[in-house]
C-alpha cells in the first residue's frame, strides 16, 4: 500500500522555523521525485521544492529560496523541508508529493498545517 505522511507542522512565530517531515511507504522511493506544496486557504496549490533522483538536485520557488531546504534520506524513505525564518505568508497546508519520472503516476500525503503568526 503506498503511503506519503507528513508530519511536523504547527504553530511558529514570524521568524521561527519548523521542519516538515514524509514518511514514504510502498514503493522504491529512492526512484521517485520528491516535491513538497503548499495550499493557503482560498488559494491554488502551489510548489514550494522538488528534490530529484540519483543526485539530489534541487529547486525552489523564489517565495522560499535561501529560506528553506528540502532535502531526502533514501534509507529511511523520508523527504524533509526544513523552514527557516518563516514568515505569515507561509501559512498554508503542506502536501508531500511523489512522483515517477517518465510516468503519469504520482501520489499525495494528507498534508500538515504550518501557521505563522504571533
Known amino acids: 500500500q503506498v503511503q506519503l505522511v507528513e508530519s511536523g507542522g504547527g504553530l511558529v512565530q514570524p521568524g521561527g522555523s519548523l521542519r516538515l517531515s514524509c514518511k514514504a511507504s510502498g514503493f522504491s522511493f529512492s526512484f521517485y521525485v520528491m516535491s513538497w506544496y503548499r495550499q493557503a486557504a482560498g488559494k491554488e496549490r502551489e510548489l514550494v521544492a522538488t528534490i530529484i533522483p540519483p543526485g539530489g538536485s534541487t529547486n525552489y520557488a523564489d517565495s522560499v529560496k535561501g529560506r528553506f531546504t528540502i532535502s531526502r534520506d533514501n534509507a529511511k524513505n523520508t523527504v524533509y523541508l526544513q523552514m527557516n525564518s518563516l514568515k505569515p505568508e507561509d501559512t498554508a497546508v503542506y502536501y508531500c508529493?511523489?512522483?515517477?519520472?517518465?510516468?503519469?503516476?504520482?501520489?499525495w500525503g494528507q498534508g500538515t498545517q504550518v501557521t505563522v503568526s504571533s
Open positions: 508529493n511523489a512522483v515517477l519520472p517518465t510516468t503519469s503516476w504520482r501520489r
